[in-house]
């Protein structure tokens, strides 16, 4: 009698781990999404792996040129892309577990070719970078430098091409 109630209760205690492991996954997961809808900024981005991103670029070129950008990382190339003055053109990405995304781009205007690094985890994505967290993470390209617009300063943060 013993033995049989005891089998009889195993199933209902596989039943119950499962439904304590689904609950905890979905916990995990309504965080995760929630944390992605807090504005600009959250204090997860950077932390959370997974993170959303997303990046704009604009042509800024004060010669009023024609900017030619092409994108890539190791797993993806995003194309070549023609701005015309003040156009852009954006794109959208998960930070990955490793914390290793990055994305390079190559920009041409006449005489020039130049690239950067348009997103690097330690510098876009780390929270304790001078320049911060961005979740939208707004570049404006002009001649001298990349700029990325710091939206809730208003404050622009100029970078060094690539050597």
């Known amino acids: ?30 965080i995760l999404k929630t944390s992605s809808s807090f504005g600009n900024h959250s204090s997860t981005d950077g932390i959370l792996p997974f993170a959303p991103k997303h990046v704009v670029v604009v042509n800024k070129l004060t010669s009023q040129a024609k900017l030619i ?57 780390t929270p304790k970078s001078e320049f911060g967290v961005c979740r939208e993470c707004i570049w404006y390209i002009y001649e001298p430098a990349p700029c990325r617009l710091d939206r809730d300063a208003g404050i622009p943060y100029c970078f060094d091409w690539n050597s």
């Open 69 to 125: 950008a092409h994108c890539t990382n190791k797993k993806k190339d995003l194309g070549v892309k023609e701005l015309l003055p003040g156009s852009s053109f954006d794109f959208r990405f998960r930070v990955n577990l490793r914390k290793t995304t990055r994305y390079i781009c190559t920009f041409e205007w006449p005489g020039n070719k130049v690239t950067f690094d348009i997103f690097r985890v330690d510098r876009d994505d």
């Open 1 to 30: 009698m013993i033995i049989s109630q005891t089998i009889s209760l195993i199933p209902s205690m596989a039943s119950s781990t499962n439904n304590q492991l689904i609950l905890v996954l979905f916990s995990f997961l309504l």
